[in-house]
């Protein structure tokens, strides 16, 4: 059977750094929460499961109205979980989806939408909803509005490109952000909203430069969401952070994803702020 419909695919983002913070049995424990959430949201908007398969999950819904409402419904509930069970920022989730041909039953279900659906979950970032410019032309207004124009992604093994849109999916206000003081190696800088996107690595360009061999030239950037500061690493090494001083937390590693910056805490690009010859970059916010 064949005719138009919404894919989307959802997976629990950096699933293996989970195991190594929890252990393999924790770990698994948790992934197979986070999936039950999802499955629920889908559910709840209408949707129907067609397959789980470890840390991943792929719905199909008849509407792009319902896919939206789906990845909504994820994200808030994977936020609430972790809010409820203390599990801080461990349990992420990323979430690709889009309106086109699909083909076949359920249990098989392929075609055009599937493809393209899969590579733009790929292309999402932790906590991240993507979908195309197909899909948003196939919303109501209300939905939307929630959209805006992101990036254009190269479909490698598809052909063409699709412009892609992020949807915003927290209901918070518009909150201007605090004011962010950075130091590393004896110098000091205090960035705001007007400053950012503001990337940090080891090239003259940078507009922070990190002074460690570690780093990568463009190694990640700083920017605001919703009147949060957020670290977006794009580096091959990924980047340490821990919260609230080098001497207590847990550090975690963000590689090629967002993370929210907490209010004070340390930073190294490359390499654990634990080795000796680590570059620590301090940061907190300021008034």
Request: glycine share 10%.
């Amino acid at each position: 059977m064949s005719g138009q419909a919404a894919v989307l695919f959802a997976d629990v983002a950096s699933s293996a750094q989970l195991h190594v913070q929890l252990g393999d049995s924790a770990a698994q424990s948790t992934v197979a929460r986070v999936i039950e959430l999802l499955a629920k949201a889908a559910r709840e908007a209408r949707g129907t499961v067609v397959r789980t398969l470890g840390d991943e999950i792929m719905c199909r819904f008849g509407s792009a109205d319902d896919a939206v409402d789906a990845a909504i419904g994820m994200q808030r509930g994977v936020q609430a979980a972790r809010v409820a069970t203390g599990a801080g920022e461990r349990a992420g989730v990323r979430i690709g989806l889009h309106w086109g041909e699909v083909a076949g039953a359920e249990a098989a279900l392929g075609g055009p939408a599937v493809q393209v659906a899969a590579r733009i979950a790929s292309a999402a970032r932790r906590d991240q909803v993507l979908t195309s410019e197909a899909t948003v032309a196939a919303l109501g207004p209300a939905r939307r509005e929630r959209t805006r124009a992101h990036e254009r992604l190269a479909l490698r093994g598809i052909g063409g490109e699709v412009q892609l849109h992020l949807v915003e999916w927290e209901d918070t206000v518009t909150v201007r952000a605090a004011r962010l003081r950075l130091k590393v190696a004896g110098r000091e800088r205090v960035i705001g909203e007007a400053d950012v996107p503001l990337t940090l690595g080891r090239a003259p360009e940078c507009g922070f430069v990190v002074p460690s061999s570690y780093a990568s030239r463009l190694h990640a950037r700083l920017l605001v969401r919703r009147g949060r500061f957020v670290l977006l690493d794009e580096s091959t090494n990924g980047t340490y952070l821990l919260p609230d001083g080098e001497a207590s937390g847990q550090e975690l590693f963000v590689r090629r994803e967002e993370r929210a910056l907490p209010d004070a805490g340390v930073l190294s690009l490359g390499q654990s702020c634990a080795e000796e010859d680590a570059v620590l970059i301090r940061f907190e916010t300021a008034a």
